[in-house]
């Protein structure tokens, strides 16, 4: 394989993750709702944000797992393939754009005006979520090197 080819699984990798943000927003728009319509509120920030990146980090994984890499001529650095670089800039700023979005949903629903801590999460909730989502992230981050430096 050569490095035109990496570039390729590389590009499509990209193309994919950019697709999946409206279905983010999406299945979020959805579990609100399911929160909402059981009367399930309390926490439904923090709950579903992990979900839907759950979900998204492994559909992520899962599809990455489908394209080809050589990773035989990638510098690996502490352990880290600059493929699985190049793969994971794919998510830049794709967290923060999520959780806007979120607080915004949040913000605007009337439906959460009676729970402050939902209708409006300040700073520390947030920051809490962030952290969540940090160790879904170096999970993900962790099986994706693992899969690009396997394949040869």
Excluded at 71 to 79: E, K, V
Excluded at 141 to 150: I, P, T
Aim: hydrophobic share 40%; with cysteine; proline share 3%.
């Amino acid at each position: 394989m050569n490095l035109q080819n990496n570039a390729d699984s590389i590009a499509q990798f990209h193309r994919y993750i950019a697709g999946q943000k409206t279905l983010l927003r999406n299945h979020y728009g959805q579990l609100l709702a399911q929160d909402l319509s059981r009367q399930q509120w309390d926490g439904c920030f923090q709950r579903n944000v992990l979900a839907v990146l759950a979900q998204a980090y492994d559909g992520a994984l899962a599809y990455l797992k489908t394209l080809p890499f050589d990773s035989t001529a990638s510098p690996i650095n502490l352990g880290l393939a600059d493929l699985t670089k190049q793969a994971l800039a794919a998510f830049d700023g794709y967290v923060d754009e999520f959780l806007l979005f979120v607080v915004d949903k949040h913000r605007t629903s009337c439906a959460l005006s009676n729970f402050p801590d939902e209708h409006k999460p300040d700073k520390v909730y947030v920051n809490e979520v962030k952290r969540d989502i940090a160790g879904l992230w170096q999970n993900f981050a962790l099986e994706a090197n693992a899969y690009v430096l396997e394949c040869r």
